[in-house]
């Protein structure tokens, strides 16, 4: 266990092994936010545009729940392997990462059943437009059919973070977004030959771009990662290792989840007002990922790092990992605030909505991103619950501030809108909300944690 990687984690001072590790993560996340931006933004800008924007949004739910089963998945092998690792069992690193594929190919098979014989009835309990359900389901079908891609890199990736190999992730990951932002306007347009596809060029761009991350960063975990060993009685599954593996990783598919639950549930309040609202919704949502993806991607550093501190008992780096972890998440959050309040408008407008649907986006950055702050600090806390094996604290953090405090609320301010929308501005008040009382809670579950490192 004298690797560079795991030198890195055990000696190098945490505040500075913070910034080592989570800038590729950051980066990659960031990256990957900012192709589903340019994803939206072709698609737009297609002929009927905005019916096809209203599509990826009902589509856009089960992407969520697919990156929320592959990165849960990837946080419990992430947190198990960071602790085997900084306890010195090579054994027990092995056999996790081992079952961590093994349980991809069981998720993968789900996902790709749910596409050849569920899309339809999804997509038909939000729409019955015709113009908007077919591309729907056209899109999603391919993306969970083909969903290879995005769950084993999302396993393969926590692999690589948990044995100090950020960088290497950050490569598969940029290059899979790269190969993604090329293939989306020569499919969607038909462009150099290819033949004019819309709505599937696009789906086939996605997971294309996620084929190539997975398999670099597959690549990368084979050669580099040397703390751990290959062979197929690891990947024989193991109830021990599984049930450990999800322990930890349930309540982060959970918390995951959750998202889908909530823009599903969001798309069909929304919806019962006005279809601009779903169009506007959706992509003020993918806006806004350029930030928050950057706050996961120091979630997902946090984790490892108090992780493998707390295998080895340090207290001293415990704590420092946590404090580093929440400032820069503040810091973070706090940019993307003043940028999203300043760029709102141009941001916006890049996407051919009409003028109506346009200000409806402009309004929801405006209010919803002025919550940011509140929401770093659970996100930075999250990161921390699950390195600490404290998984129903993450996971209540996860029920207020994208269920409990979400949909019952913005249903009920939903009725207040007008037809004509001239206040739609109301219902964005759910969101700021609901991220400073669960803030406070956060806080609360924090100082219980903190007793027993302290």
Not at 20 to 48: H, R, T
Not at 175 to 183: D, E, Q, R, W
């Amino acid at each position: 266990m004298q690797k560079e990687s795991t030198n890195i984690m055990a000696q190098m001072p945490v505040g500075r092994l913070m910034i080592k590790m989570g800038l590729p993560i950051v980066i990659s996340m960031m990256l990957q936010a900012l192709y589903n931006i340019v994803d939206s933004a072709f698609v737009s800008n297609m002929e009927g545009g905005e019916q096809a924007l209203n599509a990826l949004t009902l589509a856009f739910p089960v992407q969520m729940l697919m990156v929320a089963v592959g990165i849960g998945t990837g946080v419990g092998v992430n947190v198990m392997l960071a602790r085997s690792l900084g306890e010195g069992n090579r054994e027990k690193a092995s056999t996790v990462a081992g079952n961590g594929m093994f349980l991809g190919i069981v998720i993968t098979a789900v996902f790709m059943l749910f596409g050849l014989f569920g899309v339809n009835a999804y997509i038909s309990t939000q729409t019955n437009n015709a113009q908007i359900s077919e591309p729907a389901v056209t899109y999603l079908r391919i993306c969970c059919i083909c969903s290879v891609g995005i769950v084993f890199f999302s396993v393969f990736e926590k692999l690589l973070q948990a044995a100090g190999l950020s960088a290497h992730s950050t490569i598969a990951q940029i290059s899979g977004a790269v190969t993604n932002i090329i293939l989306d306007p020569i499919m969607i347009y038909g462009l150099l030959g290819f033949p004019k596809l819309g709505v599937s060029g696009a789906a086939l761009a996605t997971v294309i771009g996620q084929l190539v991350s997975f398999f670099l960063a597959l690549t990368f975990h084979l050669k580099h990662n040397k703390h751990v060993d290959t062979g197929l009685k690891y990947i024989k599954p193991n109830k021990t290792i599984i049930r450990l593996i999800y322990r930890i990783g349930l309540p982060a598919i959970i918390a995951q989840a959750l998202m889908s639950v909530m823009t599903y549930g969001i798309n069909i309040i929304l919806g019962s007002v006005s279809a601009a609202l779903v169009t506007a919704y959706g992509l003020y949502y993918k806006i806004q990922q350029f930030i928050l993806f950057a706050a996961f991607g120091l979630r997902d550093t946090i984790t490892p790092v108090v992780s493998f501190s707390y295998g080895m008992g340090d207290k001293k780096r415990i704590s420092d990992g946590i404090k580093y972890g929440v400032l820069y998440t503040s810091a973070i959050m706090l940019t993307g605030t003043a940028l999203l309040e300043i760029f709102a408008e141009p941001l916006c407008s890049a996407f051919g909505l009409s003028g109506g649907t346009c200000e409806l986006c402009v309004s929801a950055t405006g209010i919803i991103s002025s919550g940011f702050v509140f929401a770093g600090i659970c996100l930075s806390l999250q990161g921390v619950f699950q390195a600490l094996d404290r998984g129903v604290s993450s996971l209540i953090v996860s029920l207020l501030r994208q269920l409990v405090l979400i949909l019952p609320v913005a249903w009920l301010l939903s009725m207040l809108i007008s037809p004509n929308l001239g206040n739609a501005w109301i219902v964005w008040l759910t969101f700021p909300c609901a991220e400073i009382i669960t803030a406070a809670v956060s806080l609360i579950l924090f100082l219980k944690a903190r007793k027993n490192i302290t």
